[in-house]
């Protein structure tokens, strides 16, 4: 099995629709051996350019696996020999979809929200200033003893 990440970008205008084309997203990985891994990320941005006059748009990335030639051999499940580009076509032609992508997630870190990317950015941050804070009272104690032992 092979992982893979895939964004997509619905504009706000199709906000009220989001469970109908994320229904249908689903079924179209599915339909060519995709599996669906837990996570969903959602957030809504402002796009840095207007594309089919939506100024503002829902962008959801989730991650998912593909069975590989071989698994698909064994199991004898006949599918595309490009199922991504199947997938990516699809994808094109679904009329609440404005872009989509997909990437090999073999490379790129954990899936995280908004909100466990700042946690994470906090708590780095908290444990660097520990580590300085540390050093510093390191270098306080050294400067104590030499001051002690008349260095």
């Given at each position: 099995?092979?992982?893979?990440?895939?964004?997509?970008?619905?504009?706000?205008?199709?906000?009220?629709?989001?469970?109908?084309?994320?229904?249908?997203?689903?079924?179209?990985?599915?339909?060519?051996?995709?599996?669906?891994?837990?996570?969903q990320v959602t957030e809504e941005r402002r796009l840095a350019y207007e594309i089919k006059h939506e100024r503002n748009g829902l962008y959801v990335t989730q991650r998912f696996t593909l069975p590989d030639v071989d698994e698909r051999e064994e199991n004898g499940i006949e599918l595309s020999d490009n199922p991504i580009a199947e997938i990516n076509r699809e994808l094109g032609l679904h009329t609440g979809i404005l872009r989509a992508l997909i990437v090999s997630a073999e490379d790129l870190p954990p899936l995280m929200t908004k909100e466990e990317k700042d946690a994470l950015r906090i708590k780095k941050q908290q444990e660097r200033e520990l580590r300085e804070n540390k050093n510093v009272s390191g270098a306080a104690i050294d400067k104590q003893v030499e001051d002690a032992l008349h260095i």
């Open positions: 099995m092979k992982e893979y990440e895939l964004i997509y970008l619905i504009g706000a205008s199709q906000k009220e629709n989001f469970r109908a084309i994320d229904k249908d997203v689903h079924a179209i990985v599915e339909k060519f051996g995709g599996t669906w891994l837990d996570k």
